[in-house]
């Protein structure tokens, strides 16, 4: 997501950091760029006006200008901004007891139905009972989509085919969910392909019979300005308590999501990213600023892998990790595991500064989810006991792994060639303590996170860094060697 924003502020960030000496002319040039890149993005007009007005006293300031890397200073200051341009958000939605109700409004194709099915989802994810309530009387496929959608979840569905009034259907919703023990009822409401006044009274018909303690609107964050006038109308209406952006996965621009708070009042509660009943994410504006910057977002990716991965597995992992014990068949099963999250490109995305590898990928023809599929097909290929110890496998093993796997045997020489500094790695980790190992994978990633929008690709400072001699190296070599040889006594 946002991918063309994200290129744009990367150029512009590129740009001020091959200047020598940064002059208050250069740095409104690439502050020029950066508002550049937010309405290319489709950011509503107003929104850049005031965004860039905040950012522009800021980095013009001395301090700013008078710091060893004005560059970063400036990159801070954009994320400081997004955050307070999309937030703050207050995620809980202080149910009320004993039945809270949600309303969900929008346009037609804005993918309310399939919204309301990854909301019941997310309730039944937190021990809730909720019940679906199919109000959408205009589409005739509206109710038969969520009666499939409850059966795929086993939530209940209220539908009342004969009935052709939908305040009348929610009030009837009401009646029987109290005496269901529903703990939340959800309503999907009709919608148009536009907006008119018929349709905004049969809403507010709704609001004033049902009184629902929550009213979002679900809206298309593909349609950019769009998504935000129209978030800004309904909310003029029925006084909106949140906003639920769809399809932000396939959103390159990002204008509607950095518009909507600053445009109409109302925040960005929830986030669509995929079609599925489990892409629903909480809609946080520190981390979404993150990810357009570059930085990653490694928290949703943490508690996306709490909610997907097989606890079971992972545990047994873990303890083999612990044992200093890591294999091709552990690498392969940790692989099987990512792909639960998602494909690659989306995973490389939530790790700081690896947003532009993925491009760098992309540009180059490489598709890692292929990439990963040859390697899993490499290591099937192999028996039990080069799985173990990929060291013995020499050229005419190469050659008939090579051939059961239908690769070439270099393939097979780079699959062993990259597991082996992994697993040593992962071994060295073996007898450290949870909060040791943050801190090294938080030292390896450091450098990703202090230069965001450059990550890995970005070219080394002057003077800093120095070369080995061969024999500092020789020597650097020994001591890891002597290292790894006493850990492996202990």
């Known amino acids: 997501m946002f991918e063309s924003l994200q290129e744009g502020l990367y150029s512009a960030i590129k740009t001020l950091r091959g200047k020598g000496k940064l002059t208050e002319s250069n740095m409104r040039e690439g502050l020029q760029l950066v508002q550049q890149s937010l309405l290319e993005a489709d950011v509503s007009f107003s929104v850049v006006r005031d965004f860039m007005s905040r950012v522009t006293e800021q980095a013009l300031g001395e301090r700013v200008m008078k710091t060893l890397d004005p560059t970063e200073q400036l990159v801070k200051i954009v994320h400081e901004q997004l955050i307070e341009l999309m937030g703050p958000v207050d995620h809980e939605l202080r149910l009320q007891k004993p039945l809270s109700i949600i309303m969900l409004c929008g346009l037609q194709g804005s993918g309310k139905t399939t919204t309301c099915g990854k ?106 300005q769009d998504a935000v006038n129209s978030a800004k109308a309904f909310n003029d209406a ?71 991965l097989d606890k079971d597995e992972l545990k047994r992992q873990q303890e083999r990790l612990e044992k200093g014990e890591f294999t091709l068949d552990d690498f392969r099963k940790q692989m099987l595991q990512a792909r639960k999250l998602g494909t690659f490109g989306k995973l490389l995305s939530f790790m700081p500064g690896m947003g532009q590898v993925a491009k760098l990928m992309g540009s180059m023809n490489l598709d890692a989810d292929q990439e990963m599929k040859k390697f899993g097909g490499i290591i099937d290929s192999m028996t039990l006991a080069e799985r173990r110890n990929p060291r013995m496998i020499d050229q005419s093993r190469r050659t008939r792994i090579a051939n059961g796997a239908g690769v070439q045997p270099s393939h097979v ?23 040791e190992r943050i801190r090294t994978v938080s030292n390896l990633t450091k450098g990703l996170q202090s230069n965001p929008l450059g990550g890995s690709l970005a070219l080394p400072k002057k003077g800093t860094g120095k070369r080995l001699s061969s024999a500092d190296k020789a020597k650097a070599k020994k001591q890891r060697e002597k290292e790894l040889r006493k850990k492996r006594k202990k």
Not at 192 to 199: A, K, Q
Not at 413 to 435: D, I, R
């Open 413 to 435: 020489n780079e699959l062993v060639k990259s597991f082996l500094p992994l697993a040593e790695m992962m071994k060295s980790m073996s007898g450290m303590g949870l909060q």
């Open 238 to 308: 029925l006084e909106l308590n949140g906003v639920i952006l769809t399809k932000l996965d396939g959103d390159t621009r990002g204008g509607a999501a950095l518009s909507v708070k600053h445009v109409t009042g109302v925040p960005i509660k929830f986030i669509g990213t995929g079609e599925t009943l489990d892409a629903l994410e909480e809609f946080h504006p520190d981390r979404m600023a993150g990810r357009i910057l570059g930085m990653g977002d490694m928290l949703t990716l943490i508690e996306q892998a709490q909610q997907k």
């Open 119 to 224: 909301l019941g989802n997310s309730l039944l994810q937190q021990n809730l009972k909720p019940m679906l309530v199919a109000a959408d009387l205009q589409r005739p496929a509206a109710i038969d989509q969520l009666e499939i959608i409850g059966n795929t979840l086993e939530i209940p569905v209220h539908t009342d085919r004969t009935n052709k009034d939908p305040t009348l259907v929610c009030q009837q919703a009401v009646q029987k969910a109290q005496s269901l023990g529903v703990d939340v009822l959800i309503l999907d409401t009709a919608g148009r392909l536009h907006i008119d006044e018929e349709l905004m009274q049969q809403l507010r018909q709704i609001e004033k019979k049902v009184s629902p303690d929550h009213v979002f609107f679900v809206v298309d964050a593909m349609t950019g």
